[in-house]
């Protein structure tokens, strides 16, 4: 909620287009505002209907993605868009993955959905993990060979915890290497879990636009 609450405005004020990736409840719940978002320009992406991710965390017990077969996966996806297009008018063309999670089934059984979203949107915004320093390092995609429905994201994990000079260093180095950089959050607000601080993501839009830095900011959808 905080994303329409707070975080809708502070972007508008900064001149910053987002892509929100969304699940049609959360939608329901915000509806003037998320047709707000929508006026204003920022793009609207699917987040499935039901939020299916791996048993092995708690909050999934009752939505095994384990359990799943490529059927009920594309069905989640699809009433996903068609609800997103009856709420907001538009259709998505970028998809989040649940989790981060790209596979349905188990053992023998499993099989990557990755198909599924390649025949549906234009960009996938999935995994971001590099443990190979000791502390977090986003995986920077190459616009010359990254998979666009595989392509990586800062975790949000880490973003609510990284301060503005941070972010500037993530963000010089993929400018240095002609790189998308693509940070994701969930939450807008006082920096706790899944919370990004508000007033860091203000700082961070007004350095990231400073026209003198040539960098290409925008919706994932338009530059995907």
Not at 1 to 26: E, N, R, Y
Not at 156 to 177: C, H, N
Request: glycine fraction near 10%; hydrophobic fraction near 35%.
């Amino acid at each position: 909620l905080s994303q329409i609450d707070t975080g809708l405005d502070l972007l508008d004020k900064c001149g910053v287009k987002a892509t929100f990736c969304v699940v049609p409840d959360g939608v329901e719940q915000r509806l003037e505002g998320w047709k707000r978002a929508v006026t204003s320009g920022h793009e609207i992406g699917n987040h499935t209907t039901n939020h299916p991710c791996t048993g092995n965390y708690g909050f999934s017990t009752h939505n095994v993605l384990e359990n799943y077969t490529l059927e009920m996966m594309a069905k989640d996806i699809d009433d996903a868009n068609a609800e997103i297009q009856r709420l907001l008018g538009v259709v998505p063309k970028t998809f989040a993955y649940p989790c981060g999670d790209m596979f349905v089934g188990r053992g023998r059984q499993t099989e990557s959905y990755v198909p599924l979203i390649a025949e549906r949107f234009v960009v996938g915004l999935g995994q971001n993990e590099d443990w190979t320093t000791d502390r977090y390092v986003p995986v920077l995609n190459n616009p010359g060979l990254c998979d666009l429905v595989q392509v990586h994201r800062a975790a949000f994990g880490e973003l609510a915890t990284m301060d503005i000079e941070r972010l500037e260093e993530l963000v010089s180095k993929a400018v240095e290497g002609g790189r998308w950089l693509i940070f994701l959050g969930h939450e807008f607000g006082e920096p706790r879990q899944h919370f990004t601080d508000a007033s860091v993501i203000q700082a961070f839009c007004q350095y990231i636009t400073e026209p003198s830095r040539g960098i290409w900011v925008d919706t994932v959808g338009h530059i995907g």
